[in-house]
């Protein structure tokens, strides 16, 4: 597992725009399928954003056209463009990576986003 930790998270209000970030401590970090869960409080961890090692990138249908995942390898960073806020994106966002042959995925310990006039 690689330590990850996430920032950028906050107060916005609706049809605004945050940009989290995680840093991974890994020499191996791009190789990483990377990506960022959230989980809003009574509801289950979703998967919102994934990048491959090859740069494919996956999106939850809710955030289509407005979030944007991206990568830093010389940074061991991941990013989450999130545009045109929503009341319903507020919730934790965790990190996430894993790497083939990787029994468990590694976790930021998550970052509290709030949409809210």
């Known amino acids: 597992q690689v330590p990850l930790v996430e920032s950028g998270g906050g107060l916005v209000q609706p049809g605004g725009s945050l940009r989290l970030s995680c840093a991974a401590s890994?020499?191996?970090?791009?190789?990483?399928?990377m990506g960022w869960y959230r989980q809003a409080p009574g509801t289950e961890r979703e998967l919102v954003a994934l990048?491959?090692?090859?740069?494919?990138?996956k999106y939850v249908d809710s955030v289509k056209g407005r979030f944007t995942i991206s990568r830093d390898n010389a940074k061991n960073t991941v990013y989450l463009q999130m545009n045109n806020l929503k009341h319903e994106d507020t919730a934790v966002y965790y990190c996430?990576?894993?790497?083939?042959?990787?029994?468990?995925?590694?976790w930021g310990q998550g970052t509290q986003v709030t949409v809210s006039s």
């Open positions: 890994s020499r191996f970090f791009s190789v990483y399928t």
């Open positions: 990048i491959t090692s090859a740069y494919i990138t």
């Open positions: 996430y990576g894993k790497k083939f042959g990787d029994n468990l995925a590694s």
